[in-house]
């Protein structure tokens, strides 16, 4: 699986603007339920074409800012670890903790 870190908020506007699909996961370095989480997505990522969903990873520690703007911009809660699957701008999905399913996902891709 090949993220691409989520550094700033013009990866954010960007994100916003983009046609299609992409996904941020939210995650905090600090918190064992959020590696578990991150592990289990990873293991599942090869559902993922990521040519076409990019796959977006947001340390929450080291960029609390952004994680802040993130669940601002698109209007959701923000949790960690968490997982917004983005359609044209708008979040569709919204997991977090043990509800966060690489399956879930990319059923709501397909």
């Not at 989480?37 to 947001?58: C, H, S």
Request: aromatic share 8%; proline share 2%; net charge negative.
């Amino acid at each position: 699986m090949n993220w691409i870190n989520l550094t700033s908020t013009e990866q954010i506007n960007n994100i916003k603007a983009a046609k299609g699909y992409s996904i941020i996961f939210k995650h905090s370095t600090r918190c064992s339920i959020s590696m578990m989480a991150k592990r289990r997505f990873e293991l599942d990522g090869k559902l993922f074409d990521e040519n076409i969903t990019p796959l977006y990873f947001l340390d929450l520690i080291k960029y609390r800012d952004l994680s802040k703007n993130v669940a601002d911009v698109f209007n959701v809660h923000h949790e960690s670890p968490q997982l917004l699957l983005i359609k044209n701008g708008e979040c569709i999905l919204d997991q977090s903790h043990s509800s966060i399913s690489a399956e879930e996902a990319v059923e709501s891709i397909q």
